[in-house]
């Protein structure tokens, strides 16, 4: 059984062993395995299905990113991760979380949530604008692991779609 515990609320949230419920002590929730598995797949929010209010959860993206432009990475990467697991649609938590493991040095790292924003945009229908530029990004993440063939594709992905995100990847590709 895993745990987590809700930053604002300090609850914790159990996780049945055969994913059948999910229970959060303080706040008498038990959700049926129906949503637990929206939760995971990406179509539906552990923060919504808790009634986590929108509000305090902005004001936690607010306190990560103010961390990690006073150079507390770490604090804020973990801030990040916790959110983006709390709030399981939103693709720009991975994307904000991508964005601080770059700026560590974490290339890998930066990729795999771009990834993870990449899917979560999809199955929520992301502005192809906003797909674009998350390519672009996970473009620049992937020339840093050396991965060049996928660099590449990224960058071709993105010239398909719309936007100045698809703008620079055609004149990244020389197709301008």
């Not at 979560?120 to 229908?125: F, I, K, M, N």
């Amino acid at each position: 059984m895993g745990t987590f515990a809700l930053p604002e609320k300090q609850s914790q949230v159990r996780f049945g062993a055969k994913l059948q419920t999910v229970s959060c002590d303080n706040c008498g929730v038990t959700a049926p395995e129906e949503l637990l598995l929206g939760i995971a797949e990406g179509s539906e929010s552990l923060a919504d299905a808790l009634g986590v209010d929108r509000a305090a959860l902005d004001r936690l993206v607010d306190e990560a990113m103010a961390r990690a432009s006073s150079g507390q990475l770490e604090e804020a990467e973990r801030s990040l991760q916790d959110l983006a697991v709390v709030h399981g649609t939103s693709a720009l938590l991975p994307c904000l979380l991508a964005g601080v493991r770059a700026e560590r040095g974490d290339a890998l790292g930066a990729a795999s949530a771009y990834t993870e924003a990449l899917r979560r945009a999809e199955v929520h229908g992301a502005e192809a604008s906003f797909v674009a530029e998350l390519l672009l990004l996970r473009a620049a993440a992937r020339r840093g692991t050396e991965d060049a063939a996928g660099a590449r594709e990224d960058l071709l992905a993105a010239s398909r779609l719309e936007g100045t995100a698809a703008e620079e990847a055609r004149r990244l590709l020389g197709m301008q």
